[in-house]
């Protein structure tokens, strides 16, 4: 019985396959490069942030990329944003839309901190 589920198995993959072309059934490998991000980033290295302070206009969006073997976080002084906690490779994002200065630390690290500054053009 096994062997003849196995073999139905085997065929119904086998004319699938056959019928949808071996191209649909492929995908990209886990190595596969995260899309760049489309507005400012700050990187996660060596327990810094980097840049240490961004200056950006209001709406735009920006990302966090951590590239430490370290996790991290990235969250705000005021509480107005916070990342869950960030493996190597992981990225936050965050749109800013009223003027202002955000402070931000890593909660794992607080002696990591940052700043963006939200200027009207």
């Given at each position: 019985?096994?062997?003849?589920?196995?073999?139905?198995?085997?065929?119904?993959?086998?004319?699938?396959?056959?019928?949808?072309?071996?191209?649909?059934?492929?995908?990209?490998?886990?190595?596969?490069?995260?899309?760049?991000?489309?507005?400012?980033?700050?990187?996660?290295?060596?327990?810094?942030?980097?840049?240490?302070?961004?200056?950006?206009?209001?709406?735009?969006?920006?990302?966090?990329?951590?590239?430490?073997?370290?996790?991290?976080?990235v969250?705000?002084?005021?509480?107005?944003?916070?990342?869950?906690?960030?493996?190597?490779?992981?990225?936050?994002?965050?749109?800013?839309?009223?003027?202002?200065?955000?402070?931000?630390?890593?909660?794992?690290?607080?002696?990591m901190?940052?700043?963006?500054?939200v200027?009207?053009?």
């Open positions: 019985m096994f062997k003849h589920t196995l073999r139905a198995s085997a065929l119904t993959l086998v004319m699938t396959v056959s019928a949808v072309g071996v191209g649909a059934l492929a995908w990209a490998p886990a190595s596969a490069a995260a899309p760049a991000a489309a507005g400012p980033v700050v990187k996660i290295d060596n327990f810094v942030f980097g840049p240490a302070a961004l200056t950006v206009t209001p709406g735009t969006t920006v990302t966090w990329i951590n590239q430490d073997d370290i996790p991290h976080t969250a705000a002084s005021d509480k107005s944003f916070k990342s869950k906690v960030l493996d190597t490779d992981e990225r936050f994002s965050f749109t800013f839309t009223k003027p202002g200065e955000y402070d931000y630390f890593c909660s794992l690290h607080p002696h901190t940052g700043k963006v500054i200027k009207a053009g």
